[in-house]
Protein backbone atom coordinates (compact mmCIF):
# COMPACT_ATOMS: atom_id res chain seq x y z
CA UNK A 1 0.00 0.00 0.00
CA UNK A 2 2.58 1.97 0.63
CA UNK A 3 4.47 1.80 -2.96
CA UNK A 4 0.73 2.45 -4.47
CA UNK A 5 0.62 5.69 -2.39
CA UNK A 6 4.28 6.85 -3.83
CA UNK A 7 3.11 6.42 -7.17
CA UNK A 8 -0.18 8.31 -7.10
CA UNK A 9 1.41 11.06 -4.89
CA UNK A 10 4.44 11.02 -7.53
CA UNK A 11 1.80 11.76 -10.11
CA UNK A 12 0.47 14.75 -8.19
CA UNK A 13 3.55 16.53 -7.50
CA UNK A 14 4.69 15.84 -10.73
CA UNK A 15 1.68 17.08 -12.92
CA UNK A 16 1.17 20.15 -9.73
CA UNK A 17 4.21 22.21 -11.47
CA UNK A 18 3.86 25.78 -12.52
CA UNK A 19 6.18 26.37 -15.17
CA UNK A 20 7.74 30.43 -15.73
CA UNK A 21 9.70 30.91 -18.79
CA UNK A 22 12.21 33.73 -17.93
CA UNK A 23 14.71 35.88 -20.18
CA UNK A 24 16.57 33.25 -21.78
CA UNK A 25 18.49 34.93 -24.53
CA UNK A 26 18.35 36.88 -27.79
CA UNK A 27 16.92 33.92 -29.81
CA UNK A 28 14.08 33.19 -27.40
CA UNK A 29 12.85 36.59 -26.23
CA UNK A 30 9.15 36.97 -25.19
CA UNK A 31 8.32 38.02 -28.80
CA UNK A 32 10.14 35.34 -30.99
CA UNK A 33 8.61 32.55 -28.31
CA UNK A 34 4.75 34.24 -28.72
CA UNK A 35 5.86 34.80 -32.51
CA UNK A 36 5.91 30.54 -33.05
CA UNK A 37 2.72 30.66 -30.53
CA UNK A 38 0.98 32.16 -33.40
CA UNK A 39 2.05 30.02 -35.82
CA UNK A 40 2.10 27.03 -34.41
CA UNK A 41 -1.52 27.14 -32.35
CA UNK A 42 -2.69 30.54 -33.91
CA UNK A 43 -4.96 27.77 -36.15
CA UNK A 44 -7.21 26.75 -33.64
CA UNK A 45 -8.72 30.10 -32.70
CA UNK A 46 -12.33 29.50 -33.09
CA UNK A 47 -12.56 25.81 -32.78
CA UNK A 48 -12.12 23.05 -30.39
CA UNK A 49 -10.14 20.06 -29.59
CA UNK A 50 -10.07 16.70 -27.51
CA UNK A 51 -7.16 14.34 -26.80
CA UNK A 52 -8.08 10.83 -25.34
CA UNK A 53 -5.09 9.17 -23.88
CA UNK A 54 -4.19 6.23 -22.18
CA UNK A 55 -2.58 6.01 -18.41
CA UNK A 56 0.13 3.11 -18.25
CA UNK A 57 2.60 2.11 -15.71
CA UNK A 58 5.01 -0.90 -16.69
CA UNK A 59 3.24 -1.49 -19.77
CA UNK A 60 -0.27 -1.90 -17.43
CA UNK A 61 -3.22 0.52 -18.44
CA UNK A 62 -3.84 1.85 -14.93
CA UNK A 63 -6.24 4.78 -16.46
CA UNK A 64 -7.79 7.54 -18.74
CA UNK A 65 -6.66 10.99 -19.36
CA UNK A 66 -8.70 13.66 -21.63
CA UNK A 67 -7.21 17.14 -22.89
CA UNK A 68 -9.49 19.68 -24.09
CA UNK A 69 -8.66 22.87 -25.63
CA UNK A 70 -11.21 25.56 -27.26
CA UNK A 71 -11.59 29.10 -27.94
CA UNK A 72 -13.81 31.70 -25.85
CA UNK A 73 -14.65 34.99 -27.09
CA UNK A 74 -15.61 38.04 -24.67
CA UNK A 75 -17.22 35.63 -22.17
CA UNK A 76 -17.66 35.98 -18.19
CA UNK A 77 -15.97 32.99 -16.35
CA UNK A 78 -16.22 32.07 -13.11
CA UNK A 79 -14.91 28.73 -11.46
CA UNK A 80 -16.53 26.70 -8.82
CA UNK A 81 -15.03 25.33 -6.15
CA UNK A 82 -15.66 23.31 -2.64
CA UNK A 83 -15.07 26.79 -0.57
CA UNK A 84 -18.55 29.19 -1.27
CA UNK A 85 -16.21 32.22 -0.32
CA UNK A 86 -13.87 31.44 -3.19
CA UNK A 87 -14.90 32.37 -6.96
CA UNK A 88 -12.32 32.95 -9.37
CA UNK A 89 -13.87 34.78 -12.07
CA UNK A 90 -12.57 36.73 -15.29
CA UNK A 91 -14.67 39.47 -16.56
CA UNK A 92 -15.44 38.86 -20.99
CA UNK A 93 -12.35 36.93 -21.27
CA UNK A 94 -10.98 36.27 -24.78
CA UNK A 95 -8.71 33.43 -25.57
CA UNK A 96 -8.33 29.92 -24.88
CA UNK A 97 -9.43 27.27 -22.30
CA UNK A 98 -7.94 24.07 -20.90
CA UNK A 99 -9.75 21.64 -19.67
CA UNK A 100 -8.71 18.21 -18.49
CA UNK A 101 -9.33 14.86 -16.55
CA UNK A 102 -7.52 12.41 -14.87
CA UNK A 103 -8.96 8.91 -13.59
CA UNK A 104 -6.27 6.14 -12.47
CA UNK A 105 -6.62 3.33 -10.04
CA UNK A 106 -3.90 0.91 -9.34
CA UNK A 107 -4.66 -2.02 -6.29
CA UNK A 108 -7.81 -0.65 -5.81
CA UNK A 109 -6.31 3.08 -4.99
CA UNK A 110 -8.39 5.48 -6.97
CA UNK A 111 -6.60 8.99 -8.23
CA UNK A 112 -8.46 11.46 -10.26
CA UNK A 113 -7.49 14.83 -11.23
CA UNK A 114 -9.35 17.48 -13.11
CA UNK A 115 -8.15 21.14 -14.11
CA UNK A 116 -9.37 24.30 -15.67
CA UNK A 117 -7.26 27.28 -17.02
CA UNK A 118 -7.29 30.00 -19.27
CA UNK A 119 -5.05 31.61 -21.03
CA UNK A 120 -4.72 34.59 -23.33
CA UNK A 121 -4.10 33.68 -27.40
CA UNK A 122 -0.32 34.21 -27.20
CA UNK A 123 -0.93 31.41 -24.14
CA UNK A 124 -0.37 34.41 -21.21
CA UNK A 125 -2.08 33.08 -18.31
CA UNK A 126 -5.14 34.54 -16.80
CA UNK A 127 -6.22 31.91 -13.99
CA UNK A 128 -6.21 28.08 -13.26
CA UNK A 129 -7.77 25.46 -11.25
CA UNK A 130 -6.89 22.22 -10.38
CA UNK A 131 -8.45 19.81 -8.37
CA UNK A 132 -7.23 16.74 -7.36
CA UNK A 133 -9.13 13.14 -5.34
CA UNK A 134 -7.20 10.71 -3.45
CA UNK A 135 -7.99 9.63 0.05
CA UNK A 136 -8.77 13.77 0.30
CA UNK A 137 -9.74 16.31 -1.67
CA UNK A 138 -6.65 19.38 -2.47
CA UNK A 139 -8.07 22.55 -4.54
CA UNK A 140 -5.21 24.67 -5.93
CA UNK A 141 -6.65 27.81 -7.51
CA UNK A 142 -3.80 30.36 -9.20
CA UNK A 143 -4.42 33.96 -10.04
CA UNK A 144 -2.03 35.72 -12.31
CA UNK A 145 -1.32 39.44 -12.04
CA UNK A 146 1.79 40.98 -13.60
CA UNK A 147 4.91 39.92 -11.66
CA UNK A 148 3.06 38.09 -8.95
CA UNK A 149 0.94 34.95 -9.28
CA UNK A 150 -1.51 34.71 -6.21
CA UNK A 151 -1.81 30.80 -5.09
CA UNK A 152 -5.41 29.81 -2.75
CA UNK A 153 -5.22 26.05 -1.44
CA UNK A 154 -9.02 24.10 -0.33
CA UNK A 155 -8.42 21.74 1.76
CA UNK A 156 -11.32 20.03 2.69
CA UNK A 157 -13.02 23.18 2.80
CA UNK A 158 -10.22 25.14 4.24
CA UNK A 159 -8.64 27.96 2.55
CA UNK A 160 -4.48 29.15 2.65
CA UNK A 161 -2.86 31.48 0.47
CA UNK A 162 0.40 32.02 -0.89
CA UNK A 163 2.01 34.42 -3.35
CA UNK A 164 5.23 33.94 -5.76
CA UNK A 165 6.95 36.81 -8.13
CA UNK A 166 8.58 36.58 -10.93
CA UNK A 167 10.48 39.39 -13.43
CA UNK A 168 8.48 41.37 -16.08
CA UNK A 169 10.52 39.57 -18.38
CA UNK A 170 9.36 36.38 -18.02
CA UNK A 171 7.21 34.17 -20.20
CA UNK A 172 4.74 32.35 -17.79
CA UNK A 173 3.02 29.22 -18.34
CA UNK A 174 0.50 27.35 -16.50
CA UNK A 175 1.46 23.57 -15.95
CA UNK A 176 -2.44 22.97 -16.59
CA UNK A 177 -1.37 23.47 -20.52
CA UNK A 178 2.35 23.66 -20.34
CA UNK A 179 2.10 20.59 -22.94
CA UNK A 180 0.29 22.74 -25.22
CA UNK A 181 2.95 25.36 -24.39
CA UNK A 182 5.91 22.76 -25.97
CA UNK A 183 3.63 21.90 -29.54
CA UNK A 184 3.00 25.62 -29.87
CA UNK A 185 7.27 26.66 -29.87
CA UNK A 186 9.85 25.00 -32.31
CA UNK A 187 12.74 26.01 -30.31
CA UNK A 188 16.36 25.01 -31.38
CA UNK A 189 18.30 24.68 -28.44
CA UNK A 190 17.90 24.26 -24.13
CA UNK A 191 15.65 26.94 -22.39
CA UNK A 192 16.38 27.94 -18.74
CA UNK A 193 12.87 28.62 -16.75
CA UNK A 194 12.04 29.08 -13.51
CA UNK A 195 9.32 26.96 -11.99
CA UNK A 196 7.22 28.28 -9.13
CA UNK A 197 6.04 25.23 -7.63
CA UNK A 198 3.41 24.15 -4.67
CA UNK A 199 4.46 22.95 -1.38
CA UNK A 200 1.01 21.07 -0.42
CA UNK A 201 2.16 20.29 2.76
CA UNK A 202 2.88 23.71 3.42
CA UNK A 203 0.56 25.65 1.56
CA UNK A 204 3.46 27.64 0.05
CA UNK A 205 5.06 28.29 -2.97
CA UNK A 206 8.70 28.68 -4.35
CA UNK A 207 10.69 28.68 -7.04
CA UNK A 208 13.05 25.77 -8.91
CA UNK A 209 15.35 25.90 -11.87
CA UNK A 210 14.31 24.09 -14.87
CA UNK A 211 15.43 23.61 -18.86
CA UNK A 212 13.18 22.92 -21.63
CA UNK A 213 15.30 21.07 -24.42
CA UNK A 214 13.80 19.90 -28.18
CA UNK A 215 15.62 16.58 -29.41
CA UNK A 216 16.09 15.54 -32.62
CA UNK A 217 12.93 13.81 -34.42
CA UNK A 218 12.15 10.31 -34.41
CA UNK A 219 9.08 7.78 -34.72
CA UNK A 220 6.80 6.28 -32.18
CA UNK A 221 4.47 3.19 -32.25
CA UNK A 222 1.25 4.01 -31.06
CA UNK A 223 -1.76 0.85 -30.45
CA UNK A 224 -4.17 3.49 -32.25
CA UNK A 225 -3.76 3.69 -35.73
CA UNK A 226 -4.49 7.71 -37.34
CA UNK A 227 -4.58 9.30 -40.76
CA UNK A 228 -1.26 11.35 -41.51
CA UNK A 229 -0.90 14.19 -43.74
CA UNK A 230 1.36 12.65 -44.84
CA UNK A 231 2.47 11.81 -48.98
CA UNK A 232 4.43 9.00 -49.81
CA UNK A 233 4.57 6.83 -53.00
CA UNK A 234 4.78 3.44 -53.88
CA UNK A 235 5.42 1.44 -57.71
CA UNK A 236 2.61 -1.37 -59.39
CA UNK A 237 4.10 -3.90 -61.42
CA UNK A 238 2.42 -4.23 -64.68
CA UNK A 239 -0.80 -6.04 -64.23
CA UNK A 240 -0.63 -5.37 -60.31
CA UNK A 241 -3.07 -3.79 -58.48
CA UNK A 242 -2.41 -1.40 -55.45
CA UNK A 243 -3.10 -2.95 -52.41
CA UNK A 244 -1.33 -2.75 -48.98
CA UNK A 245 1.33 -0.32 -48.52
CA UNK A 246 4.84 -2.28 -48.72
CA UNK A 247 7.60 0.66 -48.37
CA UNK A 248 10.60 0.03 -46.39
CA UNK A 249 10.48 3.02 -44.33
CA UNK A 250 8.52 2.88 -41.13
CA UNK A 251 6.58 5.75 -41.13
CA UNK A 252 4.89 4.53 -44.47
CA UNK A 253 3.81 1.34 -42.78
CA UNK A 254 0.36 0.68 -43.00
CA UNK A 255 -2.67 0.89 -45.49
CA UNK A 256 -4.18 3.65 -48.21
CA UNK A 257 -6.09 6.44 -46.94
CA UNK A 258 -8.00 7.31 -50.29
CA UNK A 259 -9.22 10.93 -49.11
CA UNK A 260 -7.35 14.20 -51.17
CA UNK A 261 -5.66 13.91 -54.79
CA UNK A 262 -4.24 10.60 -55.41
CA UNK A 263 -1.85 10.87 -58.62
CA UNK A 264 -0.64 8.76 -60.95
CA UNK A 265 2.46 8.48 -63.51
CA UNK A 266 2.83 7.23 -66.50
CA UNK A 267 3.50 4.30 -67.35
CA UNK A 268 7.21 3.14 -67.76
CA UNK A 269 8.72 0.90 -70.58
CA UNK A 270 7.69 -2.05 -68.65
CA UNK A 271 4.14 -0.95 -67.06
CA UNK A 272 4.80 -0.22 -63.89
CA UNK A 273 3.25 2.88 -62.75
CA UNK A 274 3.92 4.94 -59.75
CA UNK A 275 0.97 5.61 -57.51
CA UNK A 276 1.62 8.74 -54.68
CA UNK A 277 -1.18 9.28 -51.88
CA UNK A 278 -1.54 12.43 -49.71
CA UNK A 279 -2.06 10.34 -46.89
CA UNK A 280 -1.67 7.18 -44.93
CA UNK A 281 -3.18 5.05 -42.19
CA UNK A 282 -0.55 4.32 -39.64
CA UNK A 283 0.23 3.66 -35.82
CA UNK A 284 3.79 4.99 -36.29
CA UNK A 285 4.02 8.50 -35.68
CA UNK A 286 7.01 11.24 -36.94
CA UNK A 287 7.43 12.87 -33.58
CA UNK A 288 9.82 15.50 -31.69
CA UNK A 289 10.24 15.04 -27.98
CA UNK A 290 10.29 18.21 -25.75
CA UNK A 291 12.11 17.59 -22.47
CA UNK A 292 11.74 19.47 -18.90
CA UNK A 293 14.50 18.52 -16.01
CA UNK A 294 15.11 19.77 -12.95
CA UNK A 295 17.94 18.47 -10.20
CA UNK A 296 15.42 19.44 -7.54
CA UNK A 297 14.27 16.62 -5.24
CA UNK A 298 11.10 17.86 -4.20
CA UNK A 299 7.90 18.10 -5.16
CA UNK A 300 9.50 16.57 -8.56
CA UNK A 301 12.64 14.55 -9.72
CA UNK A 302 13.39 12.97 -13.20
CA UNK A 303 12.35 14.64 -16.10
CA UNK A 304 8.97 15.59 -17.93
CA UNK A 305 8.62 15.51 -21.18
CA UNK A 306 5.91 14.81 -24.42
CA UNK A 307 6.07 13.73 -28.05
CA UNK A 308 4.68 15.73 -30.74
CA UNK A 309 3.29 14.80 -34.48
CA UNK A 310 5.52 16.33 -36.77
CA UNK A 311 2.72 15.16 -39.34
CA UNK A 312 -0.76 16.58 -38.71
CA UNK A 313 -2.90 13.98 -38.04
CA UNK A 314 -6.86 12.44 -37.39
CA UNK A 315 -9.13 9.66 -37.02
CA UNK A 316 -10.56 7.78 -39.70
CA UNK A 317 -13.79 9.01 -40.93
CA UNK A 318 -13.08 12.64 -39.97
CA UNK A 319 -12.90 15.76 -42.13
CA UNK A 320 -10.10 18.01 -40.41
CA UNK A 321 -6.35 17.28 -39.43
CA UNK A 322 -5.16 18.69 -36.16
CA UNK A 323 -1.08 19.74 -36.58
CA UNK A 324 1.61 19.03 -33.92
CA UNK A 325 -0.37 16.68 -31.89
CA UNK A 326 0.89 15.85 -28.30
CA UNK A 327 0.75 12.03 -29.33
CA UNK A 328 2.68 11.05 -25.84
CA UNK A 329 3.67 12.26 -22.48
CA UNK A 330 5.53 10.64 -19.96
CA UNK A 331 5.69 12.25 -15.71
CA UNK A 332 8.26 10.04 -14.23
CA UNK A 333 7.53 6.29 -15.14
CA UNK A 334 4.05 7.12 -15.68
CA UNK A 335 2.85 7.19 -19.66
CA UNK A 336 0.41 8.95 -21.74
CA UNK A 337 -0.58 7.38 -25.35
CA UNK A 338 -2.56 9.21 -27.52
CA UNK A 339 -5.56 7.06 -28.76
CA UNK A 340 -7.97 9.27 -29.75
CA UNK A 341 -7.89 13.02 -31.52
CA UNK A 342 -10.90 15.06 -32.63
CA UNK A 343 -10.71 19.19 -33.93
CA UNK A 344 -14.12 20.78 -34.73
CA UNK A 345 -15.19 24.58 -35.82
Known sequence: MKKISIIIIAIMLITSLLFVF???????SKNSIMAQINNNLGWHEGGKEVCKYDVTKDGVKIGEYVSVMESLFNQNVEITTSNESVKPA???????KFTSTMTAELDGKKFVKETQSYASHKLEPKLSYVKTVEESSLETITVYEEKKTNVTFIKDGAT???SAKYSKSAFVVDNSFLYQFARATTLSASLSIVVPTYNSE????QNASFSCSYASATNI????????EKSFSETINSGEQSGEITSGT????GTADNSGDITTSEADESGNVTITYPHTVTANIPVVKCTFTTAKTFPASGS????????????QGDSRFVRRVVTRFQEDDIIYDLNYVNYTL
Open 22 to 28: AGCGESF
Open 202 to 205: KNTT
Open 221 to 228: VLKTTFVL
Open 250 to 253: PVNS
Open 160 to 162: FTD
Open 90 to 96: LSKFTGY
Open 304 to 315: ISCMISTAPMKM
